[in-house]
């Protein structure tokens, strides 16, 4: 290390808590999921279980008094904002204390429980400023810390960083070695890696898995392991045609070898595996595990070389995404449409632990509201009530409410007065848009209101059941439901 060079990391400075931007590129990060704020952050690093209880543990010890000491390294960009660099978790836990409304819904009344009882509150963190990111980089390549909070990154996490930083030096792989210190052999067997599981990407692959499996076999919590002790067996290499060469696989029957594949990650993604494959069964069944899979004929002449530019970057290219559908409107015009033929429309995303909310939410997006309009109809009633019972739950309001409600079952109080309730909460935030919405609501006279909502259900009358007016209402009641739930907009 030049002391010189480095001799920022020895001054802390103290940095505004609210005015450090979180690192976007973060390795513990799915790159495929966008981050937007705070909450696609948090939501992004608990989505293990074991990473949400070290995040858990990081929050209580925090909010204790104690944030772990190893420094927090940040760098300034061009737009004069300071980015994280080393020190994210850290960083997102402070701003979820400092403001737990910021949380996604599924942890915000757990963190807003820590928050309130937190013995210490801190505005300001103290943090090495790097003079830009690739000197931020040094210290990102050296992290060890043998804390229990401070979670070391997976093996595919560090694996997509070096790549990241092998692309970033002009795929220049001496660069890479002396700015990492580590072996030439070790960063070539990383880089290999990562082009082989890119190849699930690959229409071949893709097309034998299902949509679950395909999610699960291209998240950057992806066993890699396995694949890793599969290929470094001598027998997968000679029954698979596979060699190795620096930074590439050599294979002899490139259309064989995907069939086989392919079965290969489905069977370690699968909940229900036709044969169990893992780094046990690798070591103690491979012969088993060989004769299941289909075999790679090593007659049929079709080689090929797997290198960086055979890795698709995504499952269609820039052009496709960009080309609109013909016959088809673009999402931004279909919006507010209220000839549509779906009540919610197929781009919009729910994340929820609740079934029967997760269930009518994607249940509406492929009813035909012409073919079923009482269905529809009762299913906004039924939405509703389910969503705001969520929402005090999620918020930890529940007992609040009921003390205003004679100690009720939360399913006993109605929902006009849950409404009520909630309404006071939006106007003491000052979120008068949202308080004005469920003022109007809750008035009987308005034509998008909570008495029509329950003449639905109580009502012989067949007014207000036109596919128009279905839609109309959903409309009026959707920002209301981006509060209460987790709706997500799906990026094209």
Not at 201 to 207: I, S
């Amino acid at each position: 290390m030049n002391a010189g060079k480095y001799n920022w990391l020895e001054k802390k400075t103290p940095r505004s808590i609210e005015q450090l931007k979180l690192w976007s590129e973060n390795p513990r990060l799915n790159p495929d999921e966008p981050h937007s704020s705070v909450a696609d952050f948090a939501e992004d690093l608990i989505a293990d279980e074991t990473d949400k209880k070290h995040f858990f543990d990081l929050l209580k010890s925090i909010a204790s008094g104690y944030i772990p000491a190893d420094p927090i390294v940040v760098w300034q960009e061009h737009d004069h904002k300071f980015y994280v660099a080393e020190g994210n978790r850290r960083i997102l836990a402070l701003k979820l204390l400092q403001n737990p409304d910021r949380a996604p819904k599924s942890i915000r009344a757990y963190v807003r429980r820590i928050s309130e009882g937190r013995e210490v509150k801190l505005d300001k963190v103290k943090v090495c400023v790097a003079p830009s990111f690739s000197d931020a980089e040094w210290y990102i390549n050296q992290r060890n810390s043998t804390s229990s909070l401070q979670q070391p990154w997976s093996r595919i996490q560090q694996q997509r960083w070096i790549e990241r930083l092998y692309k970033q030096y002009g795929n220049d792989l001496p660069t890479l070695i002396s700015k990492t210190g580590m072996p030439q052999g070790e960063l070539e067997g990383y880089i290999r890696n990562l082009r082989l599981i890119d190849l699930i990407k690959t229409e071949e692959v893709k097309q034998a898995l299902s949509e679950k499996e395909y999610k699960e076999a291209t998240s950057h919590k992806f066993h890699i392991t396995i694949l890793e002790r599969f290929f470094n067996n001598t027998l997968v290499k000679e029954k698979w045609g596979v060699e190795t060469d620096g930074l590439e696989f050599k294979l002899k029957n490139k259309s064989g070898f995907l069939v086989a594949y392919a079965q290969l990650i489905k069977n370690i993604v699968s909940e229900t595996p036709s044969i169990k494959i893992d780094t046990r069964t690798i070591t103690t069944d491979l012969d088993e595990i060989l004769k299941f899979l289909p075999s790679v004929d090593l007659e049929y002449d079709d080689k090929y070389s797997v290198g960086a530019e055979d890795i698709p970057a995504s499952t269609n290219t820039q052009e496709e995404q960009n080309e609109e559908p013909q016959g088809k409107s673009k999402k931004s015009t279909i919006k507010g449409d209220e000839n549509r033929s779906k009540l919610i429309l197929p781009i919009y995303t729910l994340n929820t632990t609740d079934g029967r909310i997760l269930g009518i939410f994607n249940e509406l997006k492929e009813l035909p509201i012409n073919k079923y309009k009482n269905a529809a109809a009762a299913s906004i009633r039924i939405l509703l009530e389910l969503s705001v019972n969520n929402w005090f739950e999620t918020e930890g309001l529940t007992q609040s409410l009921r003390l205003q409600n004679q100690d009720k079952e939360l399913r006993d109080i109605k929902l006009a007065r849950k409404l009520a309730y909630i309404g006071t909460i939006f106007e003491e935030k000052r979120n008068k848009e949202l308080s004005k919405l469920i003022s109007r609501l809750c008035n009987k006279d308005n034509e998008y209101s909570l008495d029509v909502l329950n003449g639905y259900q109580h009502s012989k009358d067949s007014y207000y059941i036109s596919k128009q007016f279905l839609n109309r209402f959903w409309d009026f009641l959707f920002p209301l439901f981006e509060v209460l739930l987790d709706i997500k907009e799906i990026q094209e």
